[in-house]
């Protein structure tokens, strides 16, 4: 199967063992039977807060330009998990920080209820869908999953023909449509070899204005420290008295609210303190997203405008993380999607994520795809305090209840035009 790639997506492509060479399961295709799966040990994740954590800290590093929806994963795994069985499914609800997939469920359902906003000025839509081989008699999902993820997931179901342009297309144009023109592949773009089995695709898309936008006079023109030497960017600025911010150990963290949607939070490292050095774990990571003491202050804000894209491939990272079943061809069990198919594997799992950022708000969105193949008062007096964004920082797009939607690192702004 060819590479899928996107202005926004994760794919978890899942073949079966007589899958073409050229797709990888893992690191590369094995040729013969191992005696032990591939799978490393599982983090002591938390639901869906601590899996985050766990994704983010393996892929986040400080060095460059990054944007991870560890959501969109979620949920794509979590459908995924509910056509496991056994050891690989054991794995996966573990990962995902629950016992059973009656809680999976349950924590799924809550994230598509409590997140949705739907109004004429801010806009946050998650969307699943199955789309399935037209394979006759040949091939039958089992009723029970596919009720499972219309019920449970929200998941609309089409059958289409793979290795097709005109599936091709159907799906590049259902992402488009749910990502609000800001995902527009080709056929080609979504080519699907015609062992393909299914695709499933989780959509997020957001778009919110600030709760108090940013002047756009008073942007201007400054230099950012970037890791490659100094470079000019445009720098949205506003004073906000008698805030919150906070201070942890190395690093300023402070909030700007959204509209609607929730908040963006950016954690900006001290002086002579690398944003490398303070990422490396999911421990690091929270306590950058939520440690640190609250201090009242006037805050004055400097943010580069930004606009950027990203890419991940996702494989190892899981495999890492304690998946290495579900992607091990002689080992998984995806036996509780298919009647009469039961070496169907996960040979690729990749990202693409969107992040702009500018004086009137956010926006962002990503796909994650499974596809499966048989092969104003007066101030009081309070210290000031600048939180002038100048070089590399941490960003994270929080709802109100404090789940992650995205989050990432700007190593070099890239403008937002």
Known sequence: MKRLFSILFAALLLCACTASPSVSTSPSQPTAAPTQPVCLSIPDVDGYAGFSDALAAK??????NQNLSPI??????????EGASGQTQADMLKLLGCSSLEELRGVCGTMLETLSVDTEDSTLQIADSLWMADRGDALAFKDGYRQTLADAYRSEANTVRFGTKEASGQIADWIRVHTHDKITLSPDDMHFDIDTVAVLINTIYLKDAWRDEFYEGA??????AGLDGEQTVDYMHRYDSDSAITKGDGYLRYSLPLLRVGRMVFVLPDEGVTLESLLGSPEKLHTLLNGGESVDAHVDVKLPKFKFQDRIDLCDTLIALGMGRAFDPYCKDFSEMCE??????ISKVLQGSFVGVDEKGVEAAAFTMVAMADGAAMPRELPEIDFHLERPFLFAIEGYDGTVLFVGTVAEPTPAE
């Not at 942007?219 to 950012?224: A, H, K, L, P, W």
């Not at 009469?340 to 594997?345: A, Q, S």
């Open 59 to 64: 892929l986040l590093d400080g060095t460059k």
């Open 219 to 224: 942007t201007e023109s400054g230099t950012f």
């Open 72 to 81: 969109s994963v979620y949920l794509a795994l979590a459908m995924t998990a």
């Open 340 to 345: 009469n198919k039961n070496d169907i594997y």
